[in-house]
């Protein structure tokens, strides 16, 4: 049955092997390294892991309150990664090597599931696309169980193209992928992959005479992996695992209605593998129900399904750019000359533009000029001091060079312009890091918060009660300082008490002392405070 690529007659990608790995590696390792655990989905699940680091590996737990809102397998990763090289970098830049591994096993699999299904040219334009898409650029450099959701996500998908020839085998990868996403993502994850599978029997490539042998096959591996921690949850305590069940169950109610939000969310962070997906179907439009279509299509459709029924957040929609990348690395090598120049066109300009003006704000916050400039950085984060290493501005100078150099000596290629989309937001990433990262960690970091609370409390406060502390705060606190609260009943006679608040919120407290009020630099949306029960 011929392929996505029998019209694609296109020489393979301008970036070769090598430098597509080398693109990708750069890509992984800038921004999971160099920087404090940042509210809020990073500290949260450093936060986790480093409470397995300490010993217990089966409950995750935040600051010592079990945390289950998904399973452990990114957090068993990364308390290993943390416990492995803490010694070498700082632990929370240990840990978040987890998602660099992570990634790294999503770009590899995307890259192999592409050259099965679409040719050797997709080989390398997938990992491109997937680098080059916005809604990937945050989330896959934050400690976050969502990677390793769409590292199974593409898993069980790879699984489910090679059921075609080899039944068995496809299945056995089938079912790999859905223990891994559960064990990352939790049965979210394996609600998208079961109905990606479901959708497919429809079709007669997926209805051969190995394919109830395939579905035995992933059933066993899927539950072999999938069995374990849930059971060794619940011979520890069946109340726990209780809470852990009725949160997943919760999870595959309908969370929202499609609203505006969601569309304007899929709008942007599906950029750019939206637009060259729908072409790649018009391409195809005569040829639709093609295997390998039809394999992209139902995974797209349960994905997109499961994120217009979440709410609209860049980690619901990461499962649904999955497909979308190998439908646009189908089309990118397609495109026709004048919307490919125009694409290029956007996309250099564009990303000169950002890389000016990121200079621009670097400039300004180490010299103060143009004053208005370095007052916009001042206002947001009062207190800070630029500084900056030599390397990091011969690092800045460097990547700039070699972007003016991939836009002036790139030859013509059908795959040049994604190949420089990619090249242009792997090089801002590297410039916003080099010139703006102590700014950016100076204001979303809560070291300096947990630094005055640790020094209000002295080295053995007893019991610190809390009360509306989030999560991420929870987390930052015990992370930096070792600063643990406690709720409820357990909390009455404490001698101390930290309070979530917003400002302008009343500061009296009847029995308590007001010791310390803070927040992150800039923060103008919460108030922390500290409190003493008073004589």
Request: glycine share 10%; proline share 7%; hydrophobic share 55%.
């Amino acid at each position: 049955m011929p392929d996505l690529t029998d019209r694609n007659h296109s020489p393979a990608p301008l970036l070769a092997r090598y430098g597509t790995l080398f693109l990708c590696a750069v890509w992984l390792l800038a921004g999971a390294v160099g920087h404090d655990p940042w509210k809020a989905d990073d500290v949260l699940h450093l936060g986790v892991a480093f409470g397995m680091d300490a010993g217990d590996w089966l409950v995750p737990r935040i600051a010592g309150d079990p945390w289950l809102v998904s399973p452990p397998l990114y957090h068993w990763l990364a308390a290993l990664c943390g416990k492995l090289l803490g010694g070498l970098l700082p632990w929370h830049d240990a840990a978040r090597l987890a998602s660099v591994l992570f990634g790294a096993a999503f770009l590899a699999i995307l890259s192999r599931m592409a050259q099965q299904l679409l040719g050797a040219s997709a080989a390398l334009a997938a990992p491109l696309l997937a680098i080059g898409s916005l809604g990937l650029l945050v989330p896959m450099h934050e400690a976050q169980p969502a990677i390793v959701g769409v590292t199974g996500f593409i898993t069980s998908l790879w699984g489910l193209s090679a059921w075609r020839q080899a039944p068995l085998r496809g299945g056995l990868i089938f079912g790999a992928g859905i223990g891994i996403g559960f064990l990352g993502a939790g049965i979210d994850s394996v609600a998208i992959q079961l109905a990606t599978g479901l959708m497919l029997t429809l079709h007669p490539a997926w209805r051969t005479r190995g394919s109830l042998g395939a579905w035995l096959a992933a059933a066993a591996i899927a539950l072999l992996l999938v069995l374990p921690w849930p059971l060794l949850l619940w011979l520890q305590s069946p109340a726990l695992f209780d809470i852990w069940w009725s949160a997943e169950r919760e999870s595959l109610t309908l969370r929202s209605g499609f609203s505006l939000n969601h569309l304007e969310l899929l709008a942007w962070a599906s950029w750019p593998v939206l637009p060259l997906a729908l072409w790649s179907l018009w391409l195809e439009r005569r040829h639709l129900l093609k295997a390998p279509t039809v394999l992209l299509l139902a995974a797209s459709a349960a994905a997109i399904f499961a994120f217009l029924a979440d709410v609209p957040r860049p980690t619901a929609l990461m499962p649904a750019l999955v497909p979308l990348t190998l439908l646009a690395a189908a089309g990118a090598g397609r495109l026709r000359r004048g919307a490919a120049n125009a694409f290029d066109w956007f996309g250099m300009m564009t990303f000169t533009l950002i890389a000016a003006l990121i200079w621009l704000g670097g400039i300004a916050m180490l010299s103060g000029e143009p004053a208005r400039v370095a007052k916009n950085f001042s206002k947001p984060a009062p207190g800070f001091i630029a500084e900056t290493s030599a390397m990091a501005i011969v690092l800045a100078i460097a990547v700039s060079v070699a972007w003016i150099v991939v836009m002036l000596r790139t030859p013509r290629s059908p795959w040049r312009a994604a190949a420089r989309w990619s090249l242009g937001l792997t090089t801002i990433w590297l410039l916003l890091l080099a010139l703006w990262l102590p700014w950016i960690d100076y204001g979303k970091s809560y070291r300096s918060v947990s630094a005055g609370f640790r020094h209000e409390l002295g080295p053995h406060p007893g019991c610190i009660a809390r009360r509306g502390l989030g999560l991420a705060q929870r987390a930052s606190l015990d992370y930096f300082n070792g600063i643990r609260t406690i709720g409820g009943s357990k909390a009455k006679d404490c001698p101390f008490l930290i309070v979530q608040t917003a400002p302008g919120t009343e500061q009296d407290l009847p029995g308590w002392a007001l010791m310390r009020e803070t927040s992150r630099p800039g923060d103008k949306s919460e108030r922390l405070r500290l409190y003493r029960r008073a004589e």
